[in-house]
Structure formats: C-alpha cells, structure tokens
C-alpha cells in the first residue's frame, strides 16, 4: 500500500492520530520486488503478528474457564479432523516463550483476543482472578518487550453458558452482556492496552453459525444447510449481526464516555473483507458483484459510516432485515477509530435470479453464485494452531513459528517465515539475493532426479507443474529462459471440481456428490454447476491460450464417461472430453489427463464398497482402458490416479472425505469403517490398480500411439 493510499484512508478514521496496522503477505509484489525494504513503508508503519484465544491458549477446562461454543462444537465432533482446542499450542502456559519469539523476530505488535468464558466463565457476573491474572501477565510481558498489544474483545467463543440460557447472539440481551464484558476488559486492561478491536469477523459468524450451519452454534435451516440443532436460515443470519452491531456500538459508546479520555487508546471493529468481482462480462455479472460487496462489506461498514444498512439489502431482504432505529442509528454512526481488515481471498461471482425463489438465504436475497476463489492471502498466527481459519482442525496449519503438537512441551521452533520475516523488519529487501539460491538449488535438484529417473523412464520427456511459493532473485530479472529448453508450463484443474453438469447427457454421482448433497461440504457447498467448464470448455481454452500456457492437466470424470462404472460409455461423455482434447490441441496446448481425481463413481461403492474391494482394480483398469483407446491419439501425458496417498487416509482414516469411513478415535460421525486397517488396504489396491493399467497401456498402446497409428 503506498503512503497516498495510506493518506485516503483519513476520512474513515475519525481519530486526530491515524494509526493504521497491516498483517501482510504480499502475493504479489509491486515495482523491483528486491529492493522493496521496511523503509518503502511510512515512518509509525506497525508489523506484527495475530492470532485468537481459542486458537492458541488452550487451558480449556484450567484455573477456572468454562466451555465456548467452540469447545461444544469441537467436542461434538464436528471439526473434519475431529481435533479440538484443549491444549492446541498451549500459550496460557508458554505466553513467556511465545513473547520471547516475538522479540526475536523484531515484531512491534502482537493482536490478539481475550476469551470471554476464561475472563467470566458465565458470562456475566463474576469475574475468574486466574483469567485476569493471564492477561494481565501477558500484557505485561508483551510491553516489557516493547511490543504493543492490540486486543480483539470478542473472537467468535461466546461461553456456553449464555448460548444455553438465552440462545446467544439471538437475544437482545446478548448486548447487555457483551458490553458488560467489554467494560471488564476496559477497566482491567486499558490502562496499557491502546488499541481494542470489539470483535473479529462479525460479518462472518452470521453465515457459518446460523445460515450455513457449519460453524457453532450449527443453527440452519434446509436447504441452506442440513445437520443443524435447529434454526432460519432466512432470518436468523440478519438478527445476529443486528446483535452484533448494537452490541459493538453500545462497547464503544461505553469506551468513549468512561474510558478512552484518560487511557488514551483506539477503539474499531475487524471485519472480513473478501473482495467480489463479476466472473465474466456481462452487465447483471457486474451488478452482482457490487452487491454482494454490499452484503458482504457493507452489511456492517455502512451503518458505521451512515447508520443504516445498505439500500440493496433493505430492499432485497425487506421485513427479514431488522430496523435500525434513529437512536440506534445514531449510536452506531461513527463508533469506530479505525476499520480493521482481514483479507484472504478475491472472488468472482455471478448474477442468478432470485426473484421468484420462496425459500431465502443471505446468499439468495444477494442473488450471486459460483464464489471462485482466485487467490488466498494468509499472514495470520505468530505460533501454529489448531482449527486454522475454525474450519479444518490440526490438518492445515500456518504461522510463523512451528508447533510441535506431538510433544507433551508443546516445543516451538521458527520457520523459514518467521526468519524472513525478521530479516525484513530489520532493514533486510523482500526478496533476498538468498532466496534465487534456494530455487536454483530446488530447480537443479528436480533435474538431477529427472536425469536420475532415465533409466526407469522410456521417454526423457519431463514435465514439472511449478507453484513458486517463494520467488526467485530480483523478480523482474527471471525469465521463462532461465529454465530449461522443453520445460512445460500449464495449469491444472479436477472433474468434479470445474465441470459442473452432474445430471447433464448421462452423467451418474460419484462419491464425492453424494458426500456434499450430505451436506458434508464446509459451507454447505456442491459442484452441481459449479465452474461450468462443461459448457464453457471453449471459452476457458481460449482463456488459457491468451495466457500462453502450454499445457492444461485435467481430469476424466469416471462417472460421466462409464456412469455405472462399469459396461456402457456414454456417448455424450465421450464426446465432451473429444471436444476437450481437440479445442485444446486446436490451440496448441498439450493435453495433460489425470484418469482418476477421487470421483469414484457411486455406482460401485454401492455395489461392492469401492477402493476397498479387489474388484474396484478390474473395474479401473477397464475403465483406464477405454480413455487409453479413446483418446490416446492425442493425449500423450496421462496421470493413472491423483494423490493416491491422500485418499486412503482422507476417507478411510479421519473420514473427513468421501466415503466417510473411520472409526472411533481417529474419526467421527462416519458411516462405518476401520481406520487401523482400511487406509492400507485401499492404498494397496490403487497401486494395483495404477500398475494394471499402465501394464495395459504399455503392452496394447504407448508404442502404437507413438508411432502414430491407431491399434
């Protein structure tokens, strides 16, 4: 962000002193990326590090906290992974450490929240001296630093104890207990803490916890999400941030009038700011991605700023959406000193008519579909957690100082991120000279595996899909030329992923179908339409051509091409991939085809329990069979099965993913399933499975193919 950008930020921040703080990963990197330093930014420019209290603390059920929502919801078994946050990366007993690192690296600022059920374990009334103790010893420890603390009030962990007396965020008299908290933070805390955040998020929780239903309190109604404890989809959402806004308004109002005088400090709210885009031309595209920027930012900023919502949303919502009365209005209005932004992702949207449609959600009333997430932003906790970004438990995991979850200590250790990040802050360029080494090294080994590997393969074609996480040198300098002569370029996708059509021309469900009109999907999510690279083959090969790509790896969805699994083709399945194939050889980009991408077709998981019977090898190795006969003349790159190393354990392990097989403790809620045993026994028959049809492609067509004829 430059400093002129920076300067129109001042008419949104009513306070004399601007004070902006920016948690950055820069994806991508303005002018010479190299010689961009610390010192491009403005003289008071504040670095730090984030993260949450549920996150990161752990202490669950110690000196005195009780459950959060988040502790009902994890211990339900809901997160995929069935993990929960009990002692995650334990930082109410490691905060000492976890400052000290901080220090080391150089940060000016570490945010991060106080939980509500550790400071009132109900909520209201009486306050834990054990939770007042910790955040007082960590804000002392942070200043003893000289790093400030920002605190964020409120991180999505309600207690459990108002979400069962009243039903939580639901009830007006949410606001008077969260502004009683607020008050409790203010008087203990704001003697050092100068920069207060009311909550994180507010125009997320209203869609995960009471739309989607896949984030506590599960609260939804059908068919916007399933599996829920109860629930409108249609109203709840819009009561909840109404709650929310009152609830922030009245903290900042109490603030202002007891507090910020004689503490000094700033007061705002941090919202999710997804930026929308329209995915193609078309004016009602470009309509809609306005809108749901209203819905999606505006929902809270513009009653900040005018203190009503949004016209677009008064008028689709109508009498779902409560009113904001002239005193509330006038409340609300203005209640911040800065806006905080949490930024992840750019999405590209389309117009859907949803005029005539009785049943309403958020996502109805705003009348968009297919969010395509173009790009992921992440810089988020100092120290690893646990239910990274809430949804996916210990199986993702990010932040700049690893966490050893297997040790008893928790053990810390900085990651290549947290060194880079350190060399910044001291003066060090963004890119370091460093940093072409380490790819020269990483492209240099990659070829002396591809020269190694010449004995086992045939061919000397080599191809590497690249995602260069870390960019090499000085930027600008790096050339398609510095690699090697014949090195491919492409971009890759997955059937079930981008095709959409799943009951067009004689397509049957996969697993994976079933497994999201479950309702198993994060968000509630189906790929029914999805991308629609099933009508828009033609124009998403032109798009690729006007890149320059040289190649595109896809895959066939076995269901649309053998709907049963096995015995008949369908015809219309043929005839996509053959259009596919030829727009694609049409315009000069090699076709890369991976046979299988996890879409088994549900056909034969009903019929004999798919991967983990022998017969699934029979049924693949004649499937793979019928894409080498089909479209072998042209496709000279072919995958047998992706990631088959993942499946095994996704499915049949965790059950996280379709089918949906584990057992207890390792998984919950499945459908059945060992996973001590049933993650070998499905990987062993995808390796039998991968080499019988590569045996068949051997011995009946990669010669015959080569040479140019048809067997």
């Known amino acids: 962000m430059a400093t002129g950008e ?56 110690e000196d005195g ?16 992974d069935g993990s929960n946050a009990d002692v995650s990366s334990d930082q109410y007993h490691h905060y000492k450490e976890d400052v000290k690192l901080m220090y080391d690296m150089g940060l000016d600022a570490y945010r991060f929240s106080i939980a509500w059920p550790r400071l009132i374990p109900d ?61 409790v933070c203010f008087k203990n805390f704001g003697d050092r803490v100068k920069h207060w955040a009311t909550f994180n998020q507010p125009n997320i929780e209203p869609i ?97 700023v005018h203190g009503n919502y949004p016209p677009v949303m008064r008028s689709r919502v109508g009498a779902r959406l409560p009113s904001i009365t002239a005193s ?13 932004i949490n930024h992840y992702n750019v999405i590209f949207v389309q117009s859907i008519d949803t005029d005539d449609q009785k049943l309403r959600d958020y996502y109805v009333d705003a009348g968009v579909q297919g969010e395509h997430s173009v790009s992921f932003l992440v810089s988020w906790q100092g120290a690893e957690s646990p239910e990274t970004r809430f949804l996916y438990g210990y199986r993702l995991r990010f932040g700049l100082c690893g966490v050893d979850f297997t040790a008893a200590a928790r053990t810390r250790y900085l990651k290549n991120s947290a060194r880079w990040y350190s060399g910044f802050l001291r003066g060090g360029e963004l890119r370091p000279e460093k940093s072409y080494a380490t790819l020269s090294k990483l492209v240099a080994g990659l070829l002396a595996m591809a020269a190694g590997a010449r004995a086992l393969v045939p061919s000397p074609f080599i191809v590497v899909f690249l995602l260069l996480a870390a960019a090499a040198r000085d930027a600008s300098a790096l050339t398609r030329h510095d690699f090697p002569e014949g090195f491919v370029f492409g971009a890759g996708t997955s059937a079930f992923q981008v095709e959409g ?39 998403d090969v032109k798009l690729m051509y006007d890149m320059g790509l040289d190649a595109y790896r896809f895959s066939i969805a076995w269901p649309r091409l053998i709907p049963d699994g096995r015995g008949e083709i369908n015809p219309k399945g043929l005839e996509y991939y053959n259009n596919l194939i030829d727009e694609l050889i049409m315009h000069g980009i090699q076709p890369h085809v991976t046979m ?63 089918p949906r097989r584990c057992s207890y403790p390792f998984g919950t809620n499945c459908t059945g399933g ?25 011995q009946k067509y990669q010669v015959i193919w080569m040479e140019g004829t048809r067997p």
């Open 501 to 539: 059509a799943a009951a067009e021309d004689g397509r049957k469900p996969s697993i994976w179908d079933t497994f999201t009109h479950q309702g198993y999907s994060p968000g509630g999510a189906i790929a029914d339409v999805s991308a629609d690279q099933y009508h828009h083959y033609k124009e």
């Open 6 to 61: 920076l300067a129109g930020t001042r008419a949104l921040v009513p306070s004399s002193s601007l004070f902006i703080v920016v948690f950055l990963l820069l994806g991508a990197v303005a002018r010479d990326a190299s010689a961009l330093t610390r010192h491009d930014f403005p003289e008071g420019f504040v670095f730090g590090a984030g993260s949450s209290a549920f996150q990161v603390e752990g202490a669950a059920a």
């Open 328 to 340: 509330d209005s006038e409340k609300i209005r203005g209640s911040f000193d800065f806006i905080g």
């Open 674 to 698: 060992d996973s001590s045993t049933e993650p070998y026994i499905v990987a062993h028959h995808l390796l039998l499975a991968h080499a019988s049809a590569v045996s068949i492609y051997r």
């Open 65 to 80: 906290r009780k459950p959060s929502i988040w502790d009902t919801f994890t211990h339900q078994g809901y997160m995929p």
């Open 123 to 183: 909520g209201r009334g009486e306050i834990n001296p054990k939770g007042l103790e910790y955040y007082n010893n960590l804000i002392d420890e942070l200043i003893m630093h000289g790093i400030q603390p920002h605190v964020t009030i409120y991180h999505f962990d309600l207690p459990q104890a108002l979400q069962d007396e009243y039903g939580g965020m639901l009830s007006p008299r949410f606001i008077e207990d969260y502004a009683a908290y607020a008050e």
């Open 596 to 658: 299988y991408h996890f879409d088994l077709p549900q056909a034969l998981q009903d019929e004999y329990g798919g991967i983990l019977s022998p017969r699934f090898i029979e049924d693949y190795t004649a499937y793979a069979e019928v894409c080498f006969k089909n479209f072998g003349d042209r496709v000279k790159h072919w995958v047998t099965v992706n990631e088959p190393n993942i499946e095994p354990i996704g499915g049949y392990d965790a059950g996280v993913q379709p």
């Open 208 to 304: 995960g916890g009471f739309d989607a239903g896949d984030r506590p309190p599960r609260r939804c109604s059908y068919p916007f999400g399933t599996n829920c404890t109860g629930g409108d989809s249609s109203t709840e959402p819009y009561i909840v941030a109404h709650h929310l806004l009152l609830a922030h308004a009245s903290a900042v109002s109490i603030y202002r009038q007891k507090y910020q005088a004689i503490q000094g400090g700033q007061i705002g709210i941090t919202l999710m700011v997804r930026w929308h885009e329209q995915y193609t031309d078309k004016t009602a595209d470009a309509v809609a991605a306005i809108r749901m920027n209203e819905f999606h930012i505006g929902w809270f900023l513009h009653p900040l």
